[in-house]
């Protein structure tokens, strides 16, 4: 991706899409329509802050010491994989997602609610489990 652009592009895409997700997200949990002024505005804040914090940092020379991680491992063919993501909203209230996978990243099917399940990482956690467990077996997958 780098080298078709500068790492000045992408930062700026970065900051866009993170205020575009930020305004999405507003107007789905908190019903806040963000004009897109706004949002472009937040996004060059967000660009500036950025700039600002990295001026300040002196580079390190630090050599990984481990391979880069892959965020998503594919399971064997004929096997489906279930990911299960939450997200804390405020007080007792969760966003929970599921997608479901075949060896091939081919997404079979995805969902996301909105639940209260308490404050407890380990409860909302099993809750998201226990709803991407259901949501496959809606779909017919059988464990």
């Not at 993501?85 to 997404?107: I, P, Q, T």
């Amino acid at each position: 991706m780098l080298d078709k652009h500068t790492q000045g592009d992408v930062i700026i895409f970065a900051s866009l899409v993170y205020s575009l997700w930020h305004s999405r997200n507003k107007l789905i949990f908190e019903d806040q329509d963000i004009p897109m002024q706004i949002v472009i505005e937040s996004a060059m804040k967000v660009l500036s802050q950025f700039q600002q914090a990295n001026s300040k940092l002196h580079p390190l020379h630090i050599q990984p010491s481990v391979a880069p991680v892959r965020f998503w491992i594919a399971p064997p063919d004929g096997v489906f994989k279930l990911n299960t993501d939450l997200a804390f909203k405020d007080g007792a209230n969760w966003g929970v997602g599921v997608v479901v996978r075949d060896h091939e990243g081919f997404v079979l099917g995805a969902a996301s609610w909105q639940k209260q399940c308490g404050a407890e990482v380990r409860v909302a956690e099993a809750l998201g489990l226990c709803l991407g467990l259901q949501f496959a077996l809606d779909m017919g997958i059988i464990f």
